[in-house]
């Protein structure tokens, strides 16, 4: 493998610069920028993750209320879905393979061109179909003629066994999902609603052929601008590339050499975050253990030296915070987690930590603002790892 050199760093960043430049970045320092809403939040991260766990709510929808406090979940849905009621109807985003199962902005259709071509290349998804292209016709013909539909409408999505013993039409429909001959751009009751890609896509964007280079710099400078300063591992896992296709464009991305206090690594920052120190005001809240702040946990360690894993599909006995463990954020820092649920009008901090006595506020601070979004009137605390700290979030929460 042929050696990469980079380009030597003009610009040194101490640990905290890189750190408030990441949040920045992110939309956790300064005035969130509320007349944009939750689109505004989806362009600037450039993707938001799925997931199927719903403990205070679903993760993309907590992804904006991180950033911009209580907005309504039902805008919040509205914001991201775009029903077809018309030839006219443009989609604000469409769900595709990024860092996994993402929300993307349209206007990225273009550019995932060349995984849909990959995936294309790979054949057939999983093999499993006897007749793989009878059973594509069949859905687009259906799709053609009767409009966006769910699996279940188009005929099952499951055969009856166990939850990924999908149907032969579910298998043909996710395949030219992967492929990009269908498109979701709306959900219902959680279903993905499939469409038409050169129905649901407006024209310019489904037919803005990029080649692979061009279609991977504008990730890799995209994922710059969502983190502020990143190493090219960062790079790589925030649309999940290769390493040797950010090396590939990282000269000609736009992105500045960088030198960062403790990180040993070589790194990138995006012109505008280096343009202007960051200043604001922090946010404080709980954090979906897959908000892009946090996902890629070699990076959450590097810049907040703090560990974090997700523990849903842990066995309950070996757990050490809990099913869904939120991140505390305050003052720009990660200073304890909760493991929520509901319980009736009562949000239950299952189990808490907290990095000493000066997150004990925040922390009641979060809970008290993520109660009231979803419609709790109280908050109790369950368990905590430290009695002295128990207490005094307890007497906190009045």
Request: proline share 6%.
């Amino acid at each position: 493998m042929t050696a990469v050199t980079y380009a030597k760093p003009v610009t040194a960043l101490s640990a905290d610069d890189a750190r408030r430049m990441a949040l920045r970045a992110q939309g956790f320092l300064g005035a969130p920028d509320r007349r944009a809403g939750v689109r505004g939040v989806l362009r600037r991260l450039g993707a938001v993750q799925l997931d199927t766990i719903s403990v205070l709510a679903r993760s993309h929808e907590l992804v904006p209320y991180a950033r911009l406090g209580a907005v309504g979940r039902q805008a919040v849905e509205s914001a991201y879905w775009t029903p077809r009621t018309g030839s006219g109807t443009v989609p604000h985003s469409f769900e595709y393979w990024s860092h996994a199962a993402c929300i993307l902005p349209v206007e990225e259709w273009p550019h995932f061109a060349f995984r849909r071509r990959a995936r294309r290349a790979r054949g057939y998804r999983w093999h499993l179909m006897e007749d793989s292209a009878r059973s594509c016709a069949a859905v687009l013909d259906r799709l053609k003629t009767d409009g966006p539909l769910t699996a279940s409408e188009l005929g099952g999505a499951k055969n009856g066994g166990v939850w990924w013993d999908w149907s032969e039409t579910k298998i043909a429909v996710e395949w030219l999902l992967d492929t990009g001959e269908v498109v979701c751009t709306e959900r219902r009751g959680w279903k993905r609603v499939y469409d038409l890609a050169e129905r649901a896509i407006p024209d310019p964007l489904l037919h803005d052929d990029l080649d692979d280079t061009e279609c991977i710099r504008r990730l890799v400078a995209q994922a710059g601008a969502a983190m502020g300063v990143a190493t090219r591992a960062d790079l790589a896992d925030y649309h999940r590339l290769k390493a040797e296709q950010v090396d590939a464009v990282i000269g000609d991305s736009g992105l500045v050499p960088v030198e960062v206090e403790g990180w040993g690594k070589p790194a990138w920052a995006d012109p505008e975050a280096l343009a202007s120190p960051p200043r604001g005001r922090h946010r404080t809240t709980l954090l979906s253990p897959f908000d892009s702040l946090i996902w890629d946990r070699p990076r959450t360690e590097r810049i907040f030296g703090f560990t974090h894993r997700l523990e849903a599909y842990v066995p309950r006995p070996k757990r050490i915070h809990g099913y869904f463990a939120m991140p505390l954020l305050a003052g720009g820092q990660l200073v304890g987690r909760v493991d929520p649920a509901r319980e009736g009008g009562t949000l239950v901090a299952r189990q808490v930590s907290m990095r000493g006595p000066k997150a004990v506020t925040p922390m009641a601070q979060a809970l008290r603002e993520a109660a009231a979004w979803v419609n709790c009137d109280s908050v109790r605390v369950e368990r905590c790892d430290d009695r002295e700290l128990a207490d005094a979030l307890t007497a906190e929460l009045g």
